[in-house]
């Protein structure tokens, strides 16, 4: 213990509550304040003797000290079968101290007695090397919980497969969530370099995290079907990644999670721009390569049509935004239309907000192909957006001549469609007016017919008839007026529809006013 304190200091804090020296009443030995109060389990030898309070007390210490030790020692449970370790005299040594300090817990504590979860959960990375069956074999698995399915490995001595883990993590949702709740603790507190500065070596925490992220992802493969609940354990390891602060192997782990999630289920709408917003809002470098194709394959596999707002505020942050969109256009071709025209559409429609969005604009349009598709999502969005001050105004005319200028042809094509679209749209509304209108003169006349019959019937009918008749008008009325009120609540709807159809076309008519004044005299003018 002394050797592995003298590596890191994070074991210091165990010194004086796990190995102090039992034949003197100090626990000075490594450097804690001499005369320390003892713990009651730390003056009893023997743990059936402790009640239930030191016990509890006892367990999360253990609990401590093995997920710390696990964490930064645990590579030496490779052993033999490690290639580094078995040629390397310092990791030798290292894990001959780990090796003496587990046969000490063991001796001492009885951890696989009492703490047999804690034991397996710190050493699962190593499921498949001959110390972590032996591990397991000196267990007893009467008062294990979480890992009590491990007892076959005991009885057989055989490795244990990542494939048999994750059919485990597929079938036990607890499995799953301990799985997901273990990778955000190797995370939390780590430094977003993934390698020891003084030796070039993966640190045991990443080996770690890196496990439990790809046996999440190998999870999915024996998942017949995802359900929400899954959903809900993957978003305890996706929330926390996908935060500005996460770590860089965090939010990597999340990408890759996420476009393995993308290719076996659909998400809720709510879920997809969840998504959306943290990838977007946790890129950076140097990531951000890795960011743009996951937001690609959201976007292809989930139908996404529209950009949510917050989503594109935290896109345009993104270093060299337009670049990466540009990379992501030259190798996917109209394959990255599914990312690229929503963002050019958002970009148009914020355009004159803010100079940083119009600036991110006119780099998309130096790097990107705007083919006729993207030109029309951009040319309508641009058209359409908020002019309400001379700024806003110009800042939309320069962007709409930097297309036309730099892809005349596809320009022209949009605005021609735009306008297309608009006569389209005015002669279908003139053609719904005069069909309304004629359905309301057809339910006038047929209700004047009616009322002349029912008058014509009345004035015939015979005197022994006549409660009958106004029985059965009577239901007839209720019935009508029912039904007046039904079509009354639909008429209503219809003109409230008809209303707003009629406003977008006269925003939609002034867009095309602004588009002829802008782009006059050019190519691409209407």
Same mark, same amino acid.
């Given at each position: ?58 367990? =999360? ?50 951890? %696989?007695?009492? %703490?047999?979860?804690?034991?397996? $959960? ?30 076959? @490995? ?29 990778? @955000? ?35 999915? %493969? ?36 996420? $476009? ?19 990838? !977007?809002?946790? $890129? ?91 030109? =029309? ?32 042809? !596809? ?5 021609? !469609? ?59 009325? %209720? ?33 095309? !006013? ?13």
């Amino acid at each position: 213990f002394e050797n592995v304190r003298r590596r890191d200091s994070r074991f210091d804090a165990f010194g004086s509550k796990l190995f102090y020296n039992t034949n003197t009443n100090s626990v000075g030995m490594f450097g804690d304040t001499e005369g320390e109060a003892l713990e009651g389990y730390q003056q009893q030898n023997h743990r059936e003797k402790l009640d239930a309070k030191e016990n509890e007390k006892l367990n =999360k210490v253990i609990s401590q000290f093995l997920r710390l030790f696990a964490s930064t020692c645990g590579k030496i449970f490779g052993g033999d079968e490690d290639e580094a370790t078995a040629k390397d005299e310092t990791l030798r040594e290292e894990a001959a101290d780990g090796a003496h300090i587990f046969e000490y817990l063991i001796r001492r504590f009885k951890v %696989n007695v009492y %703490n047999v979860d804690d034991v397996i $959960a710190s050493l699962l990375p190593y499921h498949g090397t001959n110390q972590f069956v032996k591990v397991v074999q000196t267990c007893n698995f009467e008062n294990a919980k979480k890992f009590e399915w491990m007892r076959g @490995v005991k009885e057989s001595g055989a490795k244990v497969p990542r494939e048999y883990l994750a059919k485990r993590v597929a079938k036990d949702k607890a499995f799953l969530t301990y799985i997901c709740d273990s990778a @955000v603790e190797c995370c939390n507190g780590q430094s977003n370099n993934d390698f020891n500065a003084t030796n070039g070596t993966t640190s045991a925490s990443s080996v770690s995290h890196s496990f439990y992220v790809v046996l999440m992802i190998e999870s999915l %493969n024996w998942m017949k079907r995802i359900e929400s609940a899954h959903l809900q354990r993957f978003l305890t390891y996706l929330e926390p990644g996908l935060h500005q602060k996460a770590s860089s192997e965090h939010y990597a782990g999340c990408l890759m999670l996420i $476009a393995a999630l993308c290719a076996k289920t659909t998400f809720t709408e709510a879920f997809s721009v969840a998504l959306l917003e943290g990838v !977007s809002k946790g $890129a950076r470098a140097p990531l951000v390569r890795e960011a743009m194709q996951t937001l690609l394959v959201l976007c292809s596999s989930q139908k996404i049509e529209t950009i949510p707002d917050r989503t594109f505020k935290h896109f345009v942050k993104i270093d060299n935004a337009s670049s990466h969109v540009a990379e992501i256009c030259d190798k996917y071709g109209t394959a990255s239309d599914c990312l690229v025209n929503p963002l050019l559409e958002a970009l148009g429609k914020f355009c004159g907000t803010h100079e940083n969005y119009e600036k991110t604009l006119m780099e998309a349009l130096e790097k990107i192909e705007l083919t006729e598709p993207r030109a =029309k999502k951009l040319v309508c969005s641009l058209a359409r957006s908020d002019k309400s001050d001379e700024v806003k105004r110009k800042s939309i005319e320069r962007a709409l001549r930097a297309a036309d200028q730099r892809f005349p042809k !596809s320009t022209a094509e949009a605005v021609d !469609s735009f306008l297309r679209g608009l006569e389209r749209r005015k002669e279908k509304r003139a053609h719904d007016e005069r069909r309304r209108r004629l359905q309301e003169k057809q339910e006038i006349d047929g209700k004047e017919k009616k009322k002349k019959k029912v008058n014509n019937g009345s004035s015939s009918s015979e005197e022994s008839d006549e409660e009958e008749e106004d029985d059965e008008d009577d239901d007839k009325t %209720n019935a009508e007026e029912d039904r007046m009120m039904i079509d009354e609540e639909t008429r209503k709807k219809e003109e409230e529809k008809l209303k707003e159809e009629e406003e977008q076309l006269r925003l939609d008519f002034e867009s095309a !006013s602004f588009l002829s004044e802008a782009l006059a005299g050019s190519a691409s003018g209407p």
